[in-house]
Structures are given as C-alpha cells and as structure tokens.
C-alpha cells in the first residue's frame, strides 16, 4: 500500500506534473482579445458599450459608428496576461511546498479541488498600431490562451494513496491552447439618428496567422494499489502544428439612448476557421510504472516511457464564440457600465459559466480617470479590479489590475495585469 506520509519530494512531484501538463499545451502567455486593455481590466472588463475609437474593436465594432463614440488617434502599445486556476492561492503553495503535510493538510488541500479537477489556465494580450478615425479602426495583435485540467483523484492518490486493489483512471484531463498573430480591420456603420439617439451596427474582420497550436486528443490510463505500491500505466495523444492561415468575424451592434446612455451587443467569433497547415503533427506519449510510492518517486528507473512522433494531414480548428450585451452611463465624471457575457463551449480561452462584469470611472480630476470593477462568473470566478489612467492631451497610458476571488495580495488564486498606451490627435 502507497505511504501516507508526504514529504517535500512528493509535493513537489505534483507540482512537477502540474508544470509538465500546462507545458504539454505550448501556448506562449497570450490571450482573448481585449486582455491588453487597462481600462477594460481596471473595470472587470465591462467595456462593450463604454469603448471608443480604436478601443472599440476589441469589445464592439459598432460603436465606430456612432458619432459620439468615434475618436481619431493611434495606440502604441498594449499589453495584457492573466494567469488562474480554480482551486489553489499563492498563499496555499507557498504554505505546502517543502513542508511535511499532515492528514489535516492532505484534507485542506483536497477540499480546495473541485470533483471536476484542478484547472489552470493562462492567456495574454499584445497589440500595437491601432489605428482608429472616424468609423474605421486597424490595428495588429498577437493573442493566444492555453488551458490544462487535472483529474481529482491522481492527485488525491499522490498525496493519500488508496486501499489495496483499488484503481484509479486519467478520466477528466484535458488541455488546448493556441497561439496567434492578427490583422484586424473594423468598420461600424449607423443605420439611424434621431438628435442624440443612434443605432448602429459594425464587424471585425480579424486575418489570423497561426503560430502555435496544441491539444489533448486522449488521455486514457490507470494506477492500481499493491501491496509494495501502485503499477499503472497510461497513454497521451496530442495534436499540434507550427502555422496556419485563417480568418475569424465578431459583428455588434449599438443603440445610443440618448446623450448619457448606451446599449450594446456583440458576437464574437460568429465565424472563424484557421488551417493548420505547418508541421502538423501527433505526439502518442505512453508510460508505466511498477511500485512506485511517495518514497522512491524520483527513482526514474521505475517509471518508463516512449515518445513517438507521427506526422499528420493539415486539419482545421475554430475559435471558441460568444455573446455579450451591455448597459452604459457614458457621459459625465461618473461612468460606469454593467456587462453579461455568456460563451458556449468549455476551451482555451472560453468558458460556458456565464459572466456579469461591473465597472466605474471617476474623474475628480479631467486627466487622472480612477477606476474599479467586480465580476462573476466565467472562467475567471469572483474578479476584483482597479487602475488609473493618466491623460495629458495628447498622449494617454492606463494600467489596470484584477485578482481572482480575492480582494488584494496572495489570497487570490490567479491575477490579471494590463498596461496600454496611445496618442489621440
């Protein structure tokens, strides 16, 4: 039967796995559109009827065409990464790592993994020369999102063990992520005015190049409980490619209520395909061990594994779509705007759990904006948001900041940080 013990050694072999899974979905730290914007972080991102200009595209192209919403100027810079998981804090891995955990540890830890398993994922953000004049707005990006999701009990086993001849299986697991550069070209048109009420509606046209792609296609195994300890074995099938050309179409629309007053609505991903086409390619990742316990786990001599390399046809993948709609004060020292989000598959980047975003902006000062958010739901939970802005006509830089299911510090369990600058003319 596997030790009930867990030393610094066993600890850190999850943490090692936990690493090595994330890693196995290569995705470099970037993310959905709109990460890379301070404002839109500092207020939870509660943005679609707020944005403006060359900002409009990430959240709504139909604000281009309302006159009120249209901004001549260029962002020179933005960038945006954000990094959670559904269970653990920086606090907790700081508290367990290197520490001899007793059942009263075992326990807390476990309780804090959800029956699904323990999720982590990390997406980022950076754009630059984004052009906005009139009802027109280009700019360029690099986006991405990587997700990794653990089973519970491969992790209940490293840290409990089980009884002897009880089994346990890799079901739960599994991982995407994707990396990609983007031309994107927005236009937003008005069908109506009537003094300051307008309707309008817009699309951006977003040209994909793929630079990295990788997903978990199977993930099947078992370890079973010996007396001398547990033997298992398991196979991981991914696919992956280096490059790739696509194309992907968000569409929007917005209705001015009058001069103080928005609403807004926006499908993102409403079409989108990307071929990948450069070295397409599955990894078939198979292991076993023979009594392997929380003692001799580093002993690399119980565990083998082969790692076999075959070359694939170029196949094609979409991007994960959503809908969100939105309600904005635009207008005065006070602004804030209360956004719903709601996407329809569980994938890198995406979360089915809908999402309500909050956001304020006060101006007790014209070039100082002081901003703060709360958000529930989606795939980043309970979401707690600041920043500031500092405007000095006609150069602007905003730095927002959101932390996960904590207000402030080591208590949360993931945190989003954005910084983003721009010029208007």
Known sequence: MISRSMNKSGLLKISTISLALILMVNSPSLAASGLSNARATAMAGAQISLAKGYYSPSFNPANL?????????MQVFGAGVSFNNNSLSLDDYNRYTGAHLSEADKQDLLSKIPTEGLKVSADGEVSALGFGAGNIAISLSAVGAAEINMNRSVIELLLNGNTYGESVDMEGIYGDGYGLASLNLSYGHRLYKDFDRQLAVGATVRLLKGLVYEEIIEANGEAVTLATGFDGAGNIVTRTASGGTGFSVDLGATFQLNKNYTVGAAVYNFASAIRWNKETEEHHYQFAFDTLTAVNMDNDSLITTVDTVIAVNPFTTDLPSSIRVGLAKTHGTLLWAIDWEQGFKLAAGSSPTPRVSTGMEYRFLSFLPVRA?????????????????????????????????????????????????????
Do not use: C, E
């Open 373 to 425: 958010g709360f958000g529930l739901g989606g795939k980043q939970g309970t979401t707690f948001a600041g920043g500031i802005g500092l405007n000095f006509a006609p150069v602007n830089l905003d730095v927002g900041v959101a932390n996960y299911n904590a207000v402030v510090g080591s208590s949360g369990k993931g945190i989003n940080f954005a910084i983003t600058g721009g010029v208007h003319f």
């Open 65 to 73: 065409g309302i006159s009120d919403f249209q901004m001549r100027g």
